[in-house]
């Protein structure tokens, strides 16, 4: 009895002593996931054919609700004028026919400003305006919580890329939490644009920190897969430290690059004119999958972007974020496979 104790003792500190890096892990397989773009159309069991080629098991439906500018409580959502992915009913068929294939859902509604002006500047100008905007917002997320729940998706995330609006309403998102968690009991996380995912105070009330991972690495015009992996060497040590402190674990709410060049100077920048250039596509995302994917404390991530209609997508000469029938879909088709 004394000796089979002292096993079971010795037991229990080998594995105190032991990596726990993987106990903060939500998900039990790496996320290989794609940021499905919402879609005019219904989507089909033969849509969703090339997501499962490309050995894809996850991916992001995003609806989208509507602010006239940054500076506006406005916000208007599901309305009978969007595109079908963009509201609720679009959401949960795309959701059925995904799960049908067995590709897990990540739910993710977001917000367009007119003029495409960046979700993060979005900046009440008096408290009555901050109070108005936070119940439009509420009635927002909560409806696609609650579409979440009644479909089952396996994740939500509760906003994406709201950098001023939650250093400036710290107590609203504490709160929204909560009412998310009463309607929606599956994981959560929260999309934080790459400069500013320490700002959230609350990542402990959620299942991962979520960064949508355009970091500025590299000023050539075709990196190499080394001159990239190098550069994203201090990042990788500050995001890991981070996830280390808070105990959760970190996932890609969005990640990508255009087919340009300078494609890694700054892959936020989706405007800007250049050649195209697949080779620099390429290793920019070979060197993300090789400096993040064997990591036992990151979850993965959500390749941006993927369009229903996949024979017009992309191609030769395409200079945007999609790997559709270029080079690049090869590369990220055997990298998923791999994982």
Known sequence: MIRNSFLFLLIIISCAGSDTSRDIVVFSQKINGLSFVASRNHVVAETIIPVVNLNANWVTLMPFGFMPNANSA??????????WGEKKEGVKQAGKVFQAKGIKRMLKPQI???GGTFTGTIQMNSENDW????????????????????????LFCIGTELN???????????????KIKKVYSGKLTYAANWDSYQNPTF??????????????????KTATVNEL???WEPIKREIASYSKTLKKSILFTEFGYRSVDFTAK?????NTAGAYNVEAQENALQAI???FWQESWFEGGFLWKWFDTYEKAGGEGHTGYTIQNKKSELLVKQQFERN
């Open 266 to 270: 700054e892959p936020w920048e989706s």
């Open 74 to 83: 406005s916000l208007t959502f599901d309305h009978e004028r969007q595109w």
């Open 229 to 231: 992996t190098k550069a």
């Open 203 to 220: 990542w402990k009330d959620l299942d991962c920190i979520g960064i949508d991972a355009y970091f500025p690495l590299h000023i050539n």
């Open 112 to 114: 367009w400003i007119r």
């Open 131 to 154: 109070q108005a905007f936070e119940k439009n917002y509420e009635a927002f997320i909560l409806a696609y919580a609650e579409v979440a729940a009644s479909e089952n998706f396996e």
């Open 289 to 291: 999958f090789e400096t």
């Open 164 to 178: 001023a609006f939650v250093v400036a309403r710290p107590n609203f998102w504490k709160q929204i939490i909560v």
